[in-house]
């Protein structure tokens, strides 16, 4: 089947640290990568996503690359802020839904001033 | 609305009793989606909704386990006979149509605690 294993947390930085958090995946077939951040108090939001290999995602300083070979889209950001303290989910979807998305079981990042 | 609404935000029952949780998607969505989460797990799928009907229930554990829709708007998931195995957060989302590559707007969840 489908799985998500992602780097267990919590993980805490100081600002301007350099932050990486592992995600691999399993898939039977190509799937589509994502990242989705949930702040405090808020709603799971995708953070980036990309759909097939090499592909690179990014957005809000974060990135991420499909890697095929080694079946990994890893997140990294160059700096982090206080504000980017949030649980980070890696997932991926495969076939023609939108919705059975296959969820990592998140890793908490707290980042101190 | 400007984004997903559910509530309560927490709820804790006791063991047996029944509960509902309700889920507000973005005024327009036609498509809705349960999840939940247990504790030190990945988000499961549990129900999809296209308007008012439910294309996909695989995702349902149990028959303990129910949701409905009104229209293209509110929907509650209802949990029967509650077991402690039922504590999780359970996340709503919505999307624009359903369409495969549509982008899901989630809300902050209810967190259910069973005692």
């Known amino acids: 089947g489908n799985s998500v294993t992602q780097m267990e947390g919590p993980v805490t930085l100081s600002e301007e640290a350099f932050l990486t958090i592992n995600c691999t995946y399993t898939a039977t077939g190509y799937p589509s990568l994502f990242w989705y951040v949930q702040y405090p108090g808020e709603g799971l939001q995708l953070l980036l996503k990309?759909?097939?290999?090499?592909d690179k995602g990014s957005n809000k300083g974060f990135e991420a690359t499909y890697r095929k070979e080694t079946t990994s889209f890893h997140l990294e950001k160059g700096s982090v802020q206080v504000s980017d303290s949030a649980v980070y989910f890696c997932a991926l979807l495969l076939g023609g839904s939108n919705y059975k998305l296959t969820f990592g079981k998140g890793t908490l990042l707290t980042v101190n001033p | 609305g400007a984004g997903v609404s559910q509530s309560p935000s927490n709820k804790v029952t006791e063991k047996g009793k029944d509960v509902e949780l309700r889920c507000d998607p973005i005024s327009g969505h036609t498509a809705l989606y349960w999840y939940r989460q247990r504790l030190g797990q990945g988000l499961e799928f549990l129900i999809y909704f296209q308007g008012n009907s439910a294309p996909d229930k695989s995702g349902l554990p149990s028959d303990r386990f129910s949701a409905e829709r009104t229209g293209e708007s509110v929907s509650t998931l209802t949990i029967q006979r509650t077991q402690q195995e039922d504590s999780a957060v359970y996340l709503c989302a919505s999307s624009s149509s359903g369409g495969a590559n549509e982008k899901l707007f989630f809300g902050s969840g209810t967190q259910l605690s069973v005692l």
């Open positions: 990309a759909t097939k290999a090499d």
